[in-house]
């Protein structure tokens, strides 16, 4: 792998929609080796596998419960007020 500035770690690292769960695994560890937030785009694919496979379960009492198609895994968000 070659050697990337901060920036363009950064451009890489926003570039997360339609990518292999291998892919994904090697921008998450880009991100941490530049200290660059990752942010919201964390919500966006499974913390256990991956996967962008990602499907809403339910919504109750201000917390969002999403599923991963591909694993089984449940996480689970805070909603904003």
Excluded: Q, Y
Aim: aromatic content about 4%; overall charge positive; proline content about 1%.
């Amino acid at each position: 792998m070659k050697k990337l500035s901060k920036t363009e770690a950064e451009k890489e690292i926003r570039d997360i929609e339609n990518k292999t769960p291998k892919e994904i695994k090697k921008i998450k560890r880009l991100a941490m080796r530049h200290n660059i937030k990752i942010g919201e785009l964390r919500k966006k694919f499974c913390k256990k596998c991956f996967s962008t496979k990602l499907k809403i379960i339910s919504i109750k009492n201000k917390i969002k419960k999403i599923g991963c198609e591909s694993c089984g895994n449940v996480a689970r968000w805070k909603m904003k007020s």
